[in-house]
């Protein structure tokens, strides 16, 4: 299968935007330093080549209009890269515009700007019948898994929907599809006559990633797939999402608001805060050393079942104070002044870009903040505290 | 008999009538709690630990029979034989709850310093300019900024943080000595969350509340929590301070709850360990340990017969098996533990290096 | 150590004796047979649950629609008499009245004629009257309804605008006036009884497909390459098709009623053809006098609506389960 990677163009590639690639940098998982992600899917088949970005998106924006009538930007000129096999997470909180992003990506809702190359094909200005034919490599598993199976089908039609709706195999091979994935999930094949109301959540989570990856897609976006589950299901899922990965090399556009689930499921991590990514860095590294404020409180909120936690609840409490704005009202300049103890007079009026931050020699490690040196610095503090 | 115990729950049960016969919502459930003390309810949907906070103010689930039996008493007031009338008068004034959804908790349609207000002429003394003040007094408590003026709006004029704040203000309006939150702060963002517990946490400590804190989270029990214990399918199957639970787990069921979430610094070389199955939905009165179907240590006996709780005093699981028995076949599970308990020491002793070695240890190249 | 949490308190416990043993934080079996005693509530509870008839009875129902269909069927051969024959001896008979020629079941009308023979001869026309119509009126609702919903934009608006046209209409004024246009036949009253019920189907569907539309696995379907036919064939279709069952339980009684209606101003079914609706409206004028010349056939109808809610009821039901 041959891959043209095209090299973004058009006007916003020139521009100040955020440049999602590690240009010319060394393949990540170079340094000594960087090869703690534990597990790496598809590296060993292609390791020697870089692995190449299965998406990216590029100045991307999308706005909705709300109930009032006002329009707000929920994606303001995003910029990010999936390459084959790994996963990227995408963290933020309600409002932060990454579902909007991912549905933008699946192009279930209309963008307002920017680029969308999947696989090599540029999905912005696609018509829908090409756009059918591309989504057979792009799947998508919700977060509800009640509300993302169709009550009324049979478990074996559900999970071999998208080969019919392609026209991929005969009625008979897609039952024996359909029972063979059944059993990949976990799940035992006899359920294919069954109606999904019969299934506990994490069941049919189960079936909505054996659907997903029926038609051996390179890319799935995961949408929260473990916020709606009970957390001793949660981690059976989790494992079946890296099972599924190692075994059919497919890249994962992961977004949730757990932290830990992120951490334990990606290889990058993008946070996004108000409709803009403010850093970006391999899982490893955003997590010892987070440099925007931010990731920091985002960091700091996640309360591990340890009795030391009480003191980080006051620390965590202190790096973000107040609420997210709304998005009717976007602060100028950096948009997490408002929150952020470490903002000043230039932070108020200059919006930081998101670049390179500077001593990072494994590359990849970005952050949108004027002054990531003193955030990144406090960190023993902030946490002793 | 007047009690110390600002709480005593005995053999609490609760049984609903279904088409498909009675199911246990909650099967012989006891605890006390002492006046100020917090207590984390820890368990996953459908363990019972929502039914039994509840059932301690007399609410129940709309067009279901619902038999309740044992005893529960606020400071030796008997509340399951209260009238309607006299939990009304508890509700709210004794027991404040917050509840998970503060949309559907607060009225839509009026004013969230209306909704304070009402709650105080109904169980306090205060006039209307009093019930005014106090209103605005306690909006600003729980940190509502510019309280005065916020009275006035409506609550979907609140983002969910806020209106959470809100839940809690009208909650401890009539300085309840107990304060019930369920799942109060799953439904939030975790920056917002953290603020939540953190105001929880001190209103406890200024009011002097008892809380009980409902939750599947035993992050937010480490966060806000004395002591802990954990329900499986309408059952406590271990109890004890939080430090203990949490660093030492006699129950296998805790020990798997502890040992599969993911965290953040706990390096992943390894993958999850979930607990296999999933909980009954339906709980039926049956011999055995509940949790034995699912449970890697279970034997016969723990089929055939319920388990007994283990004795101690501060610390006690409902297990046939001992603790020292477990960890040895366990052995990830007992040198998370106790790496876990070791940190904690740590953590007091010097809390910045503890959190730094934390960090090394996830850098280092593996 | 501010408490004792591992420590049972059974102080007070007044109601029952003391548990024995060291397990006393769960109740033994002696503690469920208390609790298991201790409500009147379980006792009706158990009553409601456990009847014999319980679950069952849509066998009833089965049964009613079965009897109706099986006369509409044989068309009239069924009767004990025969519906036409006038006795004039034998007028306004009421129920289980005997004369010479047997039992008349239901008794007669002002002209002799055995009223339940009529019933039974009327089944036919009634329920073709009533199924075909509403069939139809509920196929151009959904259509409607399902492509403003599913596709919007201007269809939706065109759609829409006319649907309100014909709410807008008094309608029973309106199919007069049709029906003495193009003269009172079955045929004109099966292509006009639709109007009265489609443009509300149209709304119904319409509205649950913006619902439809948005649920995620609509927009799943989507996300993996499926087209507006087969997002409508797949999925749209098959979750609309419980609310169509509701729509059609519902607008039969309102198709029956109004052909009765249309029928007794001489704009709908004329004699000698009969329906239930004729029946009831034949009878009106001896309300006074022979009550069951309405009540009868108004309770047929009544069965025989009660009978297909019940048992969309129950189908619903096992569906789900």
Known sequence: MTQAVSEPTGPGAGSVGPQPTSAGSAPPSAGPGAGSAAWRPGSSARRADRPLPILRVQDLVVRHRTGTGTEITAVDGVSLEVRAGETLGLVGESGCGKSSLANAVLRLIPTAGGSIVFDGEELVGRSSAELRRIRRHLQVVFQDPRGSLDPRMRLGDIVTEALKVHGMNSRRERRSIAAERLTEVGLDPSLAHRRPAQLSGGQQQRVAVARALVTQPRLVVLDEPVSALDVSVQAQVINLLQDMQQAHAVAYLFIAHNLAVVRHLSHRVAVMYLGKIVEQAPAHNLFARPAHPYTKALVASVLPPRPDVRQRLEAARRLAPGEVPSLTAVPPGCRYHTRCPFADVRCRNEEPVLSRIAGDHAGGHRVACHHWERAQAAMPQVRAH | ?366 | ?321
């Open chain 2, 1 to 366: 008999m007047t009690s110390a115990r600002l709480l005593e729950v005995d053999e609490l049960s609760v049984v609903f009538s279904t088409a498909r016969g009675e199911v246990y919502g909650v099967d012989g459930v006891s605890f006390t709690l002492d006046h100020g003390e917090t207590l984390g309810v820890v368990g996953e949907s459908g363990s019972g630990k929502s039914v039994t906070a509840t059932s301690l103010i007399g609410v129940r689930p709309p067009l279901t029979r619902v038999r309740t039996s044992g005893s529960a008493r606020l400071e030796g007031r008997e509340l399951l034989d209260m009238s309607e009338a006299e939990l009304r008068g508890i509700r709210g004034a004794e027991i404040g709850y917050v509840f998970q959804d503060p949309m559907t908790a607060l009225d839509p349609s009026i004013p969230v310093g209306n909704q304070i207000v009402e709650t105080l002429l109904v169980h306090t003394g205060l006039d209307k300019a009093g019930a005014q003040r106090r209103a605005v007094e306690l909006l600003d408590m729980v940190g509502i900024p510019n309280a005065a003026a916020s009275t006035r709006n409506l609550p979907d004029q609140f983002s969910g943080g806020m209106r959470q704040r809100i839940l809690v203000a009208l909650a401890i309006s009539c300085r309840p000595k107990l304060l019930i939150a369920d799942e109060a702060t799953t439904a939030l963002d975790p920056t917002v969350q953290t603020q939540i517990l953190a105001l929880l946490r001190s209103l406890c400590r200024e009011l002097s509340m008892a809380m009980i804190m409902i939750t599947h989270d035993f992050g937010v029990v480490a966060a806000t929590c004395d002591r802990v214990q954990v329900m499986y399918a309408g059952r406590i199957v271990e109890r004890g301070s939080v430090a203990d639970v949490l660093t030492g787990p006699r129950h296998p069921y805790t020990a798997g709850l502890l040992r599969l979430a993911p965290r953040l610094e706990i390096n992943h070389h390894h993958r999850l360990r979930p607990i296999p199955g999933r909980a009954p939905t339906a709980i039926r009165n049956e011999p055995g340990c509940r949790f034995s179907p699912r449970c890697e240590f279970a034997d016969d006996r723990c089929h055939r017969e319920e388990p007994p709780w283990s004795d101690g005093l501060t610390h006690a699981s409902a297990c046939w098996r001992n603790p020292a028995e477990l960890a040895s076949r366990d052995g990830g599970q007992a040198e998370l533990a106790s790496r876990d308990g070791g940190q904690a020491e740590l953590a007091s002793r010097d809390r910045g290096q503890a959190e730094s070695t934390m960090l090394d240890r996830d850098r280092e190249p593996r």
């Open chain 3, 1 to 321: 150590m501010p408490n004792n949490p591992a420590t049972p308190h059974r102080r007070g416990l007044g109601r029952r004796g003391p548990v024995p043993g060291r397990n006393g934080l769960v109740p033994d079996r002696r503690d469920r047979r208390a609790i298991r005693r201790s409500g009147a509530v379980a006792g009706s509870q158990r009553r409601l649950s456990t009847g014999p008839l319980r679950g069952r009875l849509w066998i009833l129902w089965v049964v009613v629609l079965g009897v109706v269909a099986l006369w509409a069927v044989t068309g009239g051969r069924l009767a004990p008499f025969d519906p036409y024959a006038q006795v004039p001896a034998a007028r306004l008979l009421p129920p289980l009245a005997r004369t010479a020629d047997g039992t008349h079941l239901l008794g007669t009308d002002a002209l002799g004629r055995d009223l339940f023979s009529q019933i039974v001869v009327a089944a036919r026309l009634t329920l073709f009257i009533g199924t075909a119509a509403t069939v139809i009126g509920l196929v151009i609702g959904a259509v409607v309804g399902v492509c403003a919903g599913y596709f919007g934009g201007w269809s939706d608006r065109v759609l829409m605008r006319l649907t309100e046209a014909q709410t807008a209409l008094p309608m029973f004024l309106f199919a007069i006036l049709l029906m003495a246009v193009a003269g009172a036949s079955v045929t004109n009253l099966v292509i006009l009884l639709p109007t009265f019920i489609w443009p509300t189907v149209a709304r119904v569907i319409r509205a649950e497909t913006l619902r439809l539309r948005a649920e995620p696995f609509v927009v799943g379907a989507v996300a993996l390459g499926a087209n507006g036919r087969q997002v409508v064939v797949n999925h749209l279709l098959p979750n609309l098709a419980p609310r169509l069952g509701v729509l059609f339980v519902i607008d039969v009684g309102q198709i029956v009623l109004a052909e009765a209606g249309l029928s007794f101003l001489g704009a709908g079914v004329q004699e000698p053809d009969l329906t239930w609706g004729v029946l009831i409206s034949e009878g009106r004028p001896y309300l006074a006098v022979a009550w069951w010349l309405t009540v009868m056939p108004g309770l047929f109808l009544a069965a025989v609506v009660l009978a297909v809610n019940m048992l969309s009821r129950e189908m619903e039901r096992r569906s789900q389960s």
